[in-house]
């Protein structure tokens, strides 16, 4: 019996794309209970932050493996962004990374991503959700830096929930 190529790879498309939406869609369900547990007098922003702190924790726990010196600096904050940048990619966003003006930046862009059409569905303010990815990447560098013995720092300068069209984050090792 044929195989319909195309057929079949539709079929995985959307596959990946439902397990894609389920991500946001599961995060955004425990964030509603951490709410309701939290109680009435409980900043949802703040839950919120302290999520994504939480989770940017193990995620950057995870790169660790993945992660080494031998190549220099340069070569380390490049395997750095492209990291971040697929785990961004795993979510369902259309990702990549550039070089930063320096030798010791890189730029991590986003045009696409799933999390604010998510948020919407569950009332989350697109503030939060642009803090949010801040934070958890912010997160996702705390043990990356203390293992590596290097200071690292992540800075958004664009946000899609902002209405700026797209994501922009500077990646950068401070060698002072």
């Not at 991500?23 to 009435?40: D, K, P």
């Not at 924790?57 to 031998?70: A, D, S, T, V």
């Not at 998510?118 to 801040?134: H, I, N, P, Q, Y």
Request: overall charge negative; proline content about 5%.
């Amino acid at each position: 019996m044929p195989v319909n190529a195309e057929k079949e790879i539709t079929k995985l498309w959307k596959t990946l794309q439902g397990a894609q939406r389920e991500i946001c869609n599961t995060y955004y369900r425990w964030r509603e209970f951490a709410i309701e547990l939290a109680g009435e007098n409980a900043d949802p922003m703040e839950i919120g932050l302290k999520a994504a702190e939480a989770f940017g924790l193990y995620i950057g726990k995870g790169m660790l493996p993945r992660l080494n010196l031998l190549k220099g600096d340069e070569a380390f904050l490049g395997m750095l962004a492209k990291q971040i940048a697929g785990t961004w990619a795993t979510e369902g966003a259309a990702v990549n990374v550039e070089p930063g003006e320096k030798p010791t930046e890189a730029i991590i862009r986003c045009t696409r991503d799933p999390w604010p059409t998510a948020a919407k569905t569950f009332g989350v303010s697109m503030e939060e959700v642009a803090l949010s990815r801040e934070k958890l990447f912010q997160a996702m560098l705390v043990d990356v830096s203390v293992f590596f013995n290097r200071k690292l720092s992540i800075e958004m300068q664009k946000a899609i929930p902002r209405g700026e069209g797209e994501w922009v984050f500077k990646l950068s090792l401070d060698q002072s």
